[in-house]
């Protein structure tokens, strides 16, 4: 009775194992290395607050074997917070790759993992579905007053439409 209860399910379950196949399939990773300079204004700085504005901007590389996101130039702006020492804030990145297409990013920034998600493409890249984390690789001593220069290890996955 039990192996002819397993048997009736198991239509059931390969239909379900086949509707999640595809998604998981789609599904890809990526890993890139991003450096940017970035300019830093500061709104006010108090005892215990300071409150800043960045404008950055710099290239992106792959570092996996799709080369996704290779050689794209980006512009982000933030706003943030330093609070009891430690750093949020928000900001938007756009991404162009070699051949004009856009992705257009959402950042959270919680030091020392930011996070990222895409909230519009066009071009190769409408459509796309993608988040991931980004970490400090190295800060550079600063060139000139109110700059900053890092490079982050930037992975996740992305999703195209079909």
Not at 75 to 89: D, E, L, N, R, S
Not at 125 to 138: C, F, N, P
Request: charge should be positive; proline fraction near 5%.
């Amino acid at each position: 009775m039990i192996l002819s209860q397993a048997w009736r399910a198991l239509p059931i379950f390969l239909i379900v194992v086949m509707l999640f196949i595809p998604v998981a399939e789609a599904q890809q990773p990526f890993d890139t290395t991003y450096c940017a300079s970035s300019t830093m204004t500061t709104i006010s700085a108090s005892e215990g607050l300071i409150v800043i504005s960045l404008d950055s901007k710099g290239i992106a590389w792959s570092n996996h074997e799709n080369k996704v996101f290779d050689n794209m130039t980006f512009h982000c702006v933030a706003v943030g917070k330093i609070m009891a020492g430690k750093p949020t804030g928000t900001g938007y990145c756009k991404y162009m790759d070699p051949d004009g297409d856009i992705i257009v990013w959402e950042l959270s920034i919680d030091v020392p993992i930011d996070t990222l998600k895409a909230l519009q493409g066009t071009g190769k890249w409408k459509g796309i579905k993608a988040e991931g984390k980004a970490a400090l690789i190295t800060k550079a001593k600063s060139i000139t007053p109110d700059t900053r220069q890092v490079c982050r290890k930037f992975t996740g996955t992305f999703e195209l439409p079909k």
